[in-house]
């Protein structure tokens, strides 16, 4: 955890600020710098750079081994009223102001030991950062100085050790924690003093218990009493919203009052702030998913609800992704050489997925346009039945014989599709031939009993045609079009039945009678 926290996290103080610097000091002792082994980053070893200079001293502080730490502070030609002994209370001062107002990262200081060379300070001094406030911006240095063997190393400048009773007073440990400290022993966990855990527990425990009847509140206010939405919007507020409001205001907290290397390590990396934002983000999804399930109900698109669980799971996935990149971005792993690892990859992927992804786009089309639905008896080519199922890569059709066929997608968006449901009316079409001895009065009687039967039906719409439309070879051919008023294929069947009754009724009821076929020799 100790090396991690040396890697990781003092890239948290990087705001930071500083005075001016002295180019004279003393060395580092030998016995002060024991530390070095435990870098693995051979650009950490030494004070002889000015980032191992940095990350021995926080690495000291988080320890709370002022007197190490005071090493690494050039105590040397500081104003009169300062001494030597004084190092580790300035030292334990410093750590202070760091925790609470500069993230250091030791990526950004020079890793080798002439410093950085182009930004445009003197080559012995490098900026360590800077305290921006509203009066003022202090600059913070480190400076190298001789080490006394002939040798240079690196500090913490004369001038900025000068300015740390100043900044101590201004940014340093709050009273609240100070008399907290009081009355708890003293102690610490991933870096954080206990006073400050009791203090963000507190504010924890005050947050829920307000917390919980405000968001009840606000639901009411943004919800209809009537809304089947009440309840999903309650549970959001209450659950993941407070959640990460707990999380963003502790957060707050703890930075307010500073915390230490170890605790700046594991909050730079937002772990927690991550999972909160990313349950947030899955609930919001959640509920929008419901509503427009509930509408596309409402508005007779059951069907199109099937979209929506592949659609969100979709959502959800790019959600993730995005959140495991900011996360593996804060820890500093180099995300844009994983990604394009990932892109040539998913070139491959995208190859093998082409036809589900043909299918999918269809399924999408078949339900957002409602060319079928489930239910409609409709005509697919060579294929006539009944649609079961319009899934996300097939459709599956019943036959006239009750068998199931799948067809994919792709292929119904491209075949040309009769649709027998959307239909309307229904067309009665047909010929009446009557023999050739039936007479002209007869005829005329045949055509009016006719027309009377279609205008007495209710279910005839108006405009129809009945005819005597031509001698056939052995008839006297009478065409009847006509529509018949209803949807359901077997009220259209039995009205086709009436009709046909009662046109035979009319045609006795006169006399007359059907012609004879004329067969026709094999």
Not at 82 to 105: C, H, M, N, Q
Not at 421 to 436: D, G, N, P
Request: hydrophobic share 50%.
């Amino acid at each position: 955890m100790k090396r991690l926290a040396l890697i990781l996290l003092p890239g948290l103080l990087l705001l930071a600020s500083g005075a001016l610097a002295q180019e004279d000091a003393e060395a580092i002792p030998e016995e002060a710098t024991p530390a070095l082994a435990e870098f693995d980053d051979p650009a950490l070893l030494g004070a002889g750079v000015p980032r191992g200079t940095v990350a021995l001293l926080l690495a000291a502080m988080d320890e709370n081994d002022w007197e190490v730490a005071a090493e690494y502070l050039d105590l040397r030609n500081l104003p009169s009223g300062y001494a030597t002994e004084d190092g580790p209370r300035l030292a334990e001062y410093f750590s202070e102001v760091l925790e609470r107002k500069l993230w250091i990262d030791i990526d950004n200081l020079s890793a080798v030991p002439e410093g950085a060379s182009d930004d445009g300070l003197p080559s012995y001094r490098d900026l360590l950062g800077r305290i921006e406030d509203q009066d003022r911006v202090v600059e913070l240095y480190v400076q190298r100085i001789p080490d006394g063997d002939g040798g240079r190393i690196w500090k913490i400048s004369t001038a900025t050790v000068a300015l740390i009773p100043e900044l101590h007073t201004l940014y340093g440990q709050s009273p609240i924690v100070d008399a907290v400290e009081d009355f708890l022993p003293q102690g610490e966990f991933l870096g954080v003093e206990f006073a400050k855990w009791v203090i963000v527990l507190s504010a924890m425990m005050l947050i829920f218990l307000l917390g919980r009847p405000l968001m009840s509140g606000i639901a009411i206010l943004t919800t209809p009493a009537d809304s089947p939405y009440r309840s999903r919007v309650r549970n959001l507020l209450r659950g993941p919203l407070l959640f990460l409001l707990v999380v963003v205001v502790c957060r707050q907290l703890l930075q307010h009052m500073g915390i230490g290397v170890t605790a700046q390590g594991i909050e730079r990396a937002g772990t927690l702030l991550t999972i909160m934002l990313v349950w947030v983000a899955f609930s919001i999804v959640n509920l929008v998913r419901d509503v427009m399930a509930e509408r596309m109900r409402s508005h007779g698109q059951s069907d199109a609800t099937a979209l929506l669980r592949p659609g969100t799971s979709g959502i959800k996935v790019v959600i993730f992704l995005v959140a495991v990149v900011a996360w593996l971005e804060n820890l500093g792993f180099n995300v844009t050489t994983l990604i394009a690892g990932l892109g040539v990859g998913g070139v491959a992927v995208a190859l093998a997925l082409q036809r589900p992804l043909e299918d999918l786009i269809a399924a999408i089309t078949l339900y957002s346009q409602q060319i079928i639905k489930t239910g409609d008896f409709c005509h697919f080519g060579d294929v006539r039945g009944t649609v079961e199922e319009i899934g996300l890569r097939n459709t599956r059709i019943r036959t006239l014989r009750n068998t199931v066929i799948s067809i994919p997608n792709s292929r119904v968006v491209h075949e040309s599709i009769d649709n027998f449901a959307a239909r309307e009316k229904f067309l009665y079409e047909t010929i009446l031939s009557l023999a050739h001895d039936t007479s002209a009065t007869q005829l005329r009687n045949v055509l009016a009993g006719l027309v009377r039967v279609a205008e007495e039906h209710p279910k005839v719409h108006e405009g129809f045609r009945i005819r005597f439309a031509e001698f056939g070879g052995v008839s006297f051919d009478i065409k009847v079009f006509l529509y018949i008023d209803t949807r359901q294929i077997v009220e259209f069947q039995a009205f086709v039945e009436e009709l046909n009754l009662a046109f035979m009724d009319v045609i006795d009821g006169e006399g007359a009678r059907f012609a004879e076929r004329m067969l026709i020799p094999q």
